[in-house]
């Protein structure tokens, strides 16, 4: 990161995209473009950004959160999940966002397991909360952002608050060791786990934003991606503001018309989305995008699952613009090897490392691996935005390093000429439409259902979400399969644990297959559906 950027060793993420920015003579430039669901349009300077987060960081500090303690956010994308994302991290609070879809377990896993002293929510989303609240002893407020008087105990209403709060605010000077943001990430087995980040990691996401994304301050950029997932903290806030640079953030659903007026009618210069979302498109009468006023479009870049090669071929022929696909992961906190404009696009590959990133190809002996051979994705350790821990769980972190490589859990090869190919992961987690769902959770939530005696969880390939989420079910005795529980089914998991990971397919049968130590054999699971061979069964269960 230039030195523009960092005065007398403020790391503060907060700090650097608002206060800072409006130090570099940027107080009255948009920062924001809010665009709710109907289409109202709301500008937001740095100087308004700088003040309501302010606000946010008084009222923080009023109601006793000091340097450490964890807030999490738990909204859909709404100008209020920016602010109280920035003020949050001005008073040194650990920041965790959650996606707005997370059932109640989904929600006491992450706000138990931090220990969190408070969260901010949406009147339509209280219940969810209210209902844990008595498992929550840490759980001090909740601030209702929609709210504007205290509904009961502990619950307060986000408008008298910053009402109350002063547009002053002094950020404490924040070191780069400073820990700030927090995501959970799901794992194949057990809960999900705390992925802990610092304020220096803003040193690789302003610059990747700025060598990657290739954004400038003449720029106007939009990342669709929720600030519940790494890429929308990373790219939908830290990098762009870090920069100066004016984004749209908009409040609606997927809707390809509607998406291309909004690119054409804002001007929008750099666009990051998800294959998904673009496999999308590519399903939509093609006279929407010919339509299209594409020409401020400079470039679009694409992250969470590997691109299809078709839909590189899709674009150029449609767009008239590569797809640049990028590739990270929740631990990494910025992007690691990428694709991008004065790099040949290879489609199908993740393209090359960015700077300061060294990846190697490693088997699982620990011996380095040749070009075209594939093994374990690993980096060298020691980039600024490599995060600190596993909140709770140092042990699981420590395993993810050997011998100086963070080892990343995919498996890949790299070919003669430096360019990295995404095989696949090496343990069980399900990747849906750039969402990473525990196999664990959801059978976790199936086994809560009376009539499922045993389940087992397998991600398989999709055309659209790359991978589906197929729940095997064997139940009990005296219950049958029907319709009306396949509903139940989807509802409670969608209710416990998200919407996401709700099953796209119910498969039931007899038995789950399982190991000598009862451990469920989930790619036997995934053979049987795939027509293909399981391979070795010999620990299976007679």
Same mark, same amino acid.
Request: with cysteine.
């Given at each position: ?14 700090? =650097? ?206 990342? $669709? ?86 839909? +590189? ?18 631990? $990494? ?96 987690? =399900? ?57 139940? =089914? ?15 397919? +119910? +498969? ?35």
């Amino acid at each position: 990161m230039s030195d523009e950027y960092i005065e007398n060793n403020q790391y503060n993420i907060g700090h =650097i995209c608002t206060k800072r920015q409006c130090a570099l003579g940027r107080a009255d430039k948009t920062a924001m473009r809010w665009i709710d669901a109907h289409g109202a349009r709301v500008d937001y300077s740095f100087s308004d950004l700088d003040r309501e987060s302010n606000r946010f960081a008084n009222v923080l500090s009023d109601l006793g959160v000091q340097s450490g303690d964890i807030f999490f956010t738990y909204l859909p994308k709404m100008p209020e999940q920016f602010f109280a994302f920035l003020g949050a991290l001005k008073v040194q609070a650990i920041c965790g966002t959650m996606f707005s879809n997370f059932g109640e377990d989904a929600l006491l896993d992450r706000l138990g397991d931090s220990g969190a002293k408070g969260v901010i929510t949406k009147k339509s989303l209280l219940r969810k909360i209210s209902s844990i609240r008595s498992r929550l002893p840490a759980l001090k407020f909740i601030i209702v952002a929609d709210g504007d008087t205290v509904a009961s105990e502990g619950v307060l209403g986000l408008k008298d608050l910053m009402n109350a709060a002063s547009a002053e605010f002094e950020t404490p000077l924040t070191s780069a060791e400073t820990p700030s943001v927090l995501h959970y990430t799901s794992g194949s087995t057990g809960k999900p786990k705390g992925v802990l980040h610092r304020h220096g990691s803003i040193i690789n996401q302003n610059m990747t934003t700025r060598e990657v994304l290739g954004l400038t301050l003449d720029d106007v950029f939009w990342c $669709t991606a929720d600030q519940g997932w790494v890429t929308g903290t990373s790219y939908g806030i830290i990098g762009p503001w870090s920069l100066g640079v004016t984004q749209v953030h908009y409040g609606g659903g997927y809707d390809a018309r509607e998406w291309m007026n909004l690119l054409a009618r804002e001007r929008i210069s750099v666009w990051y989305s998800a294959p998904t979302a673009l496999r999308m498109l590519m399903r939509e009468d093609e006279a929407i995008f010919s339509e299209a006023d594409l020409s401020h479009l400079r470039h679009v870049f694409s992250v969470g699952e590997p691109l299809n090669p078709e839909v +590189i071929h899709w674009a150029r022929r449609l767009l008239k613009r590569d797809i640049y696909d990028t590739w990270f992961q929740t631990e $990494t906190g910025a992007i690691m090897i990428s694709n991008r404009p004065g790099l040949d696009v290879r489609p199908g590959s993740m393209g090359k490392q960015v700077a300061g990133i060294e990846p190697a190809i490693i088997a699982e002996c620990g011996a380095h691996l040749s070009d075209g051979e594939q093994g374990n994705l690993c980096l060298k350790s020691g980039w600024p935005s490599l995060f600190i821990t596993y909140l709770n769980n140092d042990a699981v972190y420590r395993q993810k390093f050997q011998h100086g490589y963070y080892h990343t859990g995919d498996t890949a090869r790299r070919d003669a000429d430096g360019y990295y190919w995404f095989m696949g992961r090496s343990d069980d987690v =399900i990747n849906t439409a750039g969402h990473l769902v525990s196999p664990f959770e959801v059978e976790s939530a199936l086994l809560e259902v009376e009539e499922v005696a045993e389940s087992g969880v397998v991600g398989v390939p999709d055309e659209l979400l790359y991978e589906k989420v197929v729940a095997f079910i064997s139940l009990h005795e005296r219950y049958t399969p029907s319709s009306e529980l396949e509903i139940k =089914i989807r509802l409670r998991v969608s209710n416990k644990v998200s919407t996401v990971a709700t099953p796209q397919e +119910i +498969i039931f049968c007899p038995v789950i297959p399982k190991n000598k130590s009862g451990k469920i054999m989930r790619r036997v699971l995934k053979a049987r559906y795939m027509g293909e061979d399981p391979g070795d069964t010999s620990t299976m269960e007679i």
